[in-house]
């Protein structure tokens, strides 16, 4: 059994998830935080923390102990009403019980997307727009440090995003695969689900203690700084 398929049982076992029942599969969608050993050795997984020093670093990152929040799909044709374009958020402003996210990206330096299971064009993938993270961080500067209210739970989004422009790319791949993906970058949730099977995705962020840092010569600056630099310029 690989890592993939001990996290895949541990988030079954943990969101009460009979993998041999579909009738019991009722609801289009289930979350719920997973841990365990597993989820830790794949969060720390060597290959995996090296890719990701080489988008944050210099930037001080934070290593995770789990994967997260998981998102296990269940097959299904309607709409799970959860699927709209957005970017996440990643504080809490002082006085605050809100989440925001502002131009720097306060608190978070990359979203993950681990696939858990394979996941197929017909597997409700997450879709992504290639080239939004350099508009977001434009569209975000403007509110400034105190950054701006985005969709979590029923909270209403202020956030704006850029008109999309040209077909959404698909996040598809194998058991084990993970997208790293800049914290700006415009995503929404895939649907239909017409397979027969649940689909298991991971969405951790790597944690920042403060804001990425966009001062100095930009060979200084990290890959993820680097690219809301250029976002601004634009």
Do not use: K
């Not at 076992?13 to 599969?25: H, S, V, Y």
């Not at 001080?60 to 994967?67: E, N, V």
């Not at 990206?105 to 997307?113: A, E, I, P, T």
């Amino acid at each position: 059994m690989g890592l993939s398929d001990e996290c895949r049982l541990l988030a079954a076992q943990q969101l009460n998830i009979d993998l041999t029942d579909p009738a019991g599969w009722t609801t289009p969608v289930v979350r719920g935080l997973v841990q365990g050993e597993a989820l830790r050795d794949a969060a720390n997984a060597p290959r995996l923390t090296d890719a990701v020093a080489q988008l944050l670093d210099p930037e001080a990152w934070w290593r995770r102990s789990d994967l997260g929040s998981f998102v296990v799909r269940f097959p299904c044709t309607d709409d799970p009403g959860d699927t709209g374009w957005h970017i996440d958020v990643s504080f809490h402003p002082e006085g605050d019980d809100r989440w925001f996210v502002n131009y720097r990206s306060r608190g978070r330096g990359l979203l993950m997307l681990c696939l858990l299971s394979d996941v197929g064009p017909a597997d409700a993938p997450p879709r992504v727009l290639p080239g939004t993270h350099q508009e977001m961080a434009r569209l975000l500067y403007p509110a400034g440090e105190a950054g701006l209210p985005g969709a979590y739970g029923d909270q209403r989004s202020e956030i704006p995003l850029p008109e999309t422009s040209g077909p959404a790319e698909l996040a598809t791949g194998e058991a084990g695969d993970v997208y790293l993906c800049h914290p700006f970058l415009v995503h929404a949730a895939g649907w239909p689900h017409p397979e027969t099977a649940p689909r298991f995705i991971a969405q951790p962020p790597i944690g920042l203690p403060d804001a990425v840092r966009l001062d100095g010569a930009v060979d200084d600056l990290s890959l993820v700084a680097s690219a809301i630099r250029a976002g601004l310029r634009r």
